[in-house]
């Protein structure tokens, strides 16, 4: 016999069904580092429990070219889903944030000032929260050493030079130096943003317009004489040229030398692979010509937006405001630890950070910081660590060198189709 459902059945049906479409599914596409995954998994779990008409689909996007290549994509094609995790900075700019990206303006309340400004669209509006900690470019230095010939810290680079000279004298490697790993030798240029914008607050904007050059900047110009100035102080390793990332990290973990210039990244290999030695290093900001100007140049974390094209815009909203709030910040830190400082306000890191961890804490207290140039300027030309290798080397001198960077960035400037160039 056929059953006919009755009217009351109907409507109770009609009201169950409204329910389960009241329910807000949102897309989350994030890259597939083990640190997001995790990071991400905490939140939505944490958002979902407090929220329970709310839940997430979080997709893994691949990494490199490919990864990029899909966000805009699916940007321009309106299928980015609800909450994208990218880069802030130079990248972020490349995703035409005015258009593609929705304003998240009105929930930065707990974000550091530092942040926010590379993740504004050209309008002026803030687009992204910040999601992971933030590492710093600057020097790691050997505590023991420091402690054994009684040296300070020092705020600028007379003093750095000075306390080189010292270690040299007590027959000691000064500073670590990894030319095997050409990238390792850019971090005295890279690190040495903050100076240049204390004394030339213009130089990214001018640089990207075409109206300022390394060459004829002197204060963008020093990082390359800083590189000059340790190799002719015969301050680095015999093995310079051929030693790799994780040799400049061992011999400033375990006291083979006393400095190494470097991201703050690299604690996470000092952690696993020389546990033991972690209180045992340091780190501070790169010096310049001022200890008054003495501040850190910092490497943002990535963000997260929300598509314009979203069909839950104040949904994801709502769960960016989660992530940018302490509550959200001390999740990440659970999860993850704390390497690094994060971009929320009143989000004390745990006392038992790593001491280099606590020693870039000041920086940011003080609002001594700056980021670097890649997150203020789309240019940063490919050839710069063979460049920099041949300065530190002692192949290349300063001058010649900043001319060279000069017209390696004039040619990806024009790939770029900027203006003015």
């Not at 990494?63 to 880069?87: H, M, P, S």
Request: hydrophobic fraction near 45%; charged fraction near 20%.
């Amino acid at each position: 016999m056929k059953l006919i459902p009755s009217a009351a059945f109907l409507s109770a049906f009609t009201l169950l069904a409204g329910l389960a479409q009241a329910e807000t599914v949102l897309q989350v596409t994030t890259d597939g580092n083990a640190e997001t995954v995790a990071a991400m998994e905490a939140l939505t779990a944490a958002y979902t429990a407090a929220n329970p008409d709310v839940t997430f689909e979080i997709e893994n996007r691949p990494g490199g070219a490919e990864g990029d290549n899909l966000v805009k994509t699916r940007l321009a094609t309106g299928e980015a889903g609800d909450i994208l995790q990218y880069n802030s900075g130079s990248l972020f700019q490349a995703l035409d944030p005015a258009k593609n990206l929705a304003d998240l303006s009105d929930i930065q309340g707990n974000v550091i000032d530092s942040f926010k400004s590379v993740v504004t669209a050209s309008d002026g509006t803030v687009r992204g929260v910040p999601f992971g900690a933030a590492m710093g470019g600057g020097i790691y230095y050997n505590k023991n050493i420091y402690a054994e010939l009684g040296l300070s810290v020092p705020k600028t680079w007379d003093e750095f030079m000075a306390n080189n000279a010292k270690i040299k004298e007590a027959g000691k490697v000064a500073v670590a130096t990894t030319f095997g790993d050409t990238w390792t030798s850019q971090l005295f240029v890279l690190g040495d943003y903050f100076n240049v914008q204390a004394e030339v607050p213009s130089f990214a904007a001018d640089y990207t317009a075409n109206k300022a050059k390394y060459a004829t900047t002197p204060a963008a110009m020093r990082g390359f004489q800083y590189l000059e100035d340790v190799f002719k102080g015969g301050y680095m390793n015999e093995d310079f040229g051929a030693a790799k990332f994780d040799d400049g990290v061992r011999m400033v973990a375990t006291g083979e030398a006393a400095h190494y210039p470097m991201l703050t990244f690299a604690l996470g290999n000092i952690k696993q692979n020389f546990p033991e030695n972690l209180e045992d290093v340091g780190f501070f900001a790169q010096p310049g010509p001022s200890a008054d100007k003495n501040g850190l140049t910092v490497w943002m974390p990535a963000g997260l937006y929300v598509p314009a094209a979203s069909e839950n815009i104040e949904a994801a909203k709502a769960f960016l405001a989660f992530v940018a709030s302490v509550e959200g910040c001390e999740l990440m830190i659970k999860t993850n630890g704390a390497t690094g400082p994060y971009l929320i306000k009143d989000c004390a890191l745990p006392a038992d950070v790593p001491a280099a961890v606590a020693d870039m804490m000041p920086y940011f207290q003080a609002g001594a910081t700056a980021p670097a140039l890649e997150f203020l300027s789309p240019i940063k030309g490919p050839a710069l660590e063979q460049i920099t290798v041949e300065v530190g080397s002692g192949i290349r001198p300063t001058a010649e060198a900043a001319a060279l960077y000069d017209q390696d960035v004039e040619k990806q400037a024009k790939q770029l189709g900027l203006p003015n160039w």
